[in-house]
C-alpha cells in the first residue's frame, strides 16, 4: 500500500481551495544508477479528485512532474463538512486513494 | 578626474550592497513560499507510524522510550536534547538515545542500526530519519531549553566549544572559520553567526530540515557530518562524542529560540 498524501481542503471565498501532498518517487526512467543502468521509471499518471462523487479535476501527470508532488487547486460547489476525495494510479498500475473534509 | 572616479567607485560599492540586501530578500521570500507543502510531512507521517508500531525481535513499540521527559513522553522532548540521561551515565543527543531505545527496547542490533544512518540523495529516507522527523515534529512551537544542570552536560558543553573554535584539517578550519563572524557566505548560502545568540538561535530551531536539493530530511547529526566534510576534516563519526558535544554547545547556544523544524532548505 503506498503511503498515504496528506489532503487540506478549506474555503477560499465561494470556491473550495484544495492542497495534496503525495508521495511518490517519481522515477522518469532517464537517470542513471552509480553502475550506469537505466532506473526504470515509475510515475504517476493520472490523478482524480471527486467532491461527493463528482469529478472536479482529472489530471494527466507525466515524468515531468517531480518528487512528492504538490498540487493544488479550486473548484466550486463545496461546503465546509464535505468530503473531497483524491486518487492517484501510476505506470505501474498502483494507485492510492485518499479523503479529507473540507474546513 | 580623480574624484570622478572615486565618486563613480563609491557609486558601484553602494550599487552592490543594495544587489546583495536584495538579493538576501528575494531568497528569504522564495524560501516563504516553499514552507507550504513541505515533503517533509511525508516524512513525519511514516516515522510516527514507525514510532507506534510493534517492531524488531522484541516485537515492541517505541512508545516506552525515555526522551528525557519521562518514558513515551515525546512532546517537546527534542527541545530539551542533548541532555544527561543516568541509565546510561552520560550525555546523549535525540539521535542517540533513539537508537539506544531501537536496541534495549526494540531488541534492535546496534551495528545494523548505525551503518547506514543516513539516505543518499533521490534515495527513500532510513528509519532513523523518518522517527527523528516525527520527534521533532512533536516539538514545533517549544522553546529550546538545553540543559546545563548535571556536571557531565557541563563537561559535554567545554568540549563542544573546543571543537567548534578548534582549527584542523588540509584547510586549517573550524567551525568558527566559516560560523565566527557576520556576514559571510558560500556562494549563494549565507553562513550564520552562531555565536551571535539570535542567529544561533534561528539556526538550531531549523535542523532537521527537507533538503530540496537532495529530496530527503537531514538531521543534526547528518548536519554535522557534512560540515566536517566540507572541511575536509576525518568523518565525524555517527553518534559519537564529539557530534554530540557540538550539538550541545550549538543547543546552549540557542537556548531561549522557538523549535521550527521541519524546515525546508535548497
Redesign the interface.
Known amino acids: 500500500m503506498p503511503d498515504a498524501m496528506r489532503i487540506r481542503a478549506n474555503m477560499q471565498g465561494e470556491k473550495v481551495a484544495v492542497r495534496v501532498l503525495m508521495s511518490h518517487i517519481m522515477e522518469t526512467g532517464q537517470r542513471k544508477d552509480a553502475s550506469g543502468k537505466i532506473v526504470s521509471a515509475w510515475f504517476i499518471q493520472n490523478v482524480v479528485a471527486k467532491h461527493n462523487n463528482r469529478v472536479v479535476l482529472d489530471a494527466q501527470f507525466g515524468p515531468a512532474v517531480s518528487q512528492n508532488p504538490l498540487l493544488a487547486f479550486t473548484f466550486a460547489g463545496g461546503k465546509p463538512g464535505e468530503k473531497v476525495q483524491v486518487t492517484w494510479t501510476d505506470n505501474r498500475g498502483e494507485s492510492r486513494s485518499d479523503e479529507a473534509t473540507i474546513a | 578626474m580623480k574624484r570622478a572616479m572615486v565618486g563613480l567607485a563609491i557609486a558601484c560599492v553602494s550599487a552592490m550592497s543594495y544587489a546583495q540586501t536584495d538579493t538576501q530578500a528575494e531568497i528569504e521570500k522564495y524560501r516563504q513560499l516553499l514552507q ?2 513541505n ?1 517533509a ?2 516524512v513525519e ?2 516515522g510516527e507510524e514507525l514510532w507506534k508500531t510493534p517492531r524488531g525481535p522484541n516485537k515492541v513499540s517505541l512508545e516506552r522510550c525515555d526522551l528525557g521527559l519521562g518514558p513515551g513522553v515525546v512532546k517537546g522532548a527534542y527541545a530539551r536534547l542533548p541532555r544527561y540521561f543516568a541509565d546510561v551515565d552520560r550525555v546523549m543527543d535525540f539521535e542517540s538515545r533513539l537508537v539506544h531505545c531501537m536496541v534495549t527496547l526494540q531488541g534492535f542490533n546496534r551495528e545494523d542500526l548505525v551503518k547506514k544512518p543516513f539516505a543518499g540523495a ?1 534515495e ?1 529516507q532510513t528509519d532513523l530519519e523518518k522517527l527523528t522527523t516525527y520527534v521533532v515534529t512533536q516539538s514545533r512551537g517549544v522553546t529550546i531549553a538545553v540543559p546545563q544542570g548535571h556536571p557531565k552536560e557541563i563537561a559535554s558543553f567545554e568540549r563542544g566549544r573546543k571543537i567548534f573554535f578548534y582549527r584542523a584539517g588540509p584547510y586549517d578550519f573550524s567551525c568558527a572559520s566559516c560560523h565566527g563572524v557576520d556576514g559571510q557566505r558560500i556562494r549563494l548560502q549565507e553562513l550564520p553567526n552562531l555565536t551571535d545568540a539570535a542567529k544561533a538561535r534561528k539556526a538550531f530551531a531549523s535542523w532537521p530540515a527537507y533538503r530540496v536539493s537532495q ?1 530527503t530530511v537531514r538531521t543534526m547529526e547528518w548536519r554535522l557530518y557534512d560540515c566536517f566534510r566540507q572541511q575536509r576534516f576525518p568523518e565525524l563519526k555517527y553518534l559519537s562524542d564529539a557530534a554530540v558535544d557540538l550539538t550541545t554547545f550549538l543547543g546552549v547556544q540557542a537556548n531561549g529560540g522557538t523549535m521550527e523544524s521541519p524546515s525546508i532548505k535548497r
Open positions: 507550504d507543502g515533503p510531512e511525508l507521517a511514516a533521490g527513500p529530496g
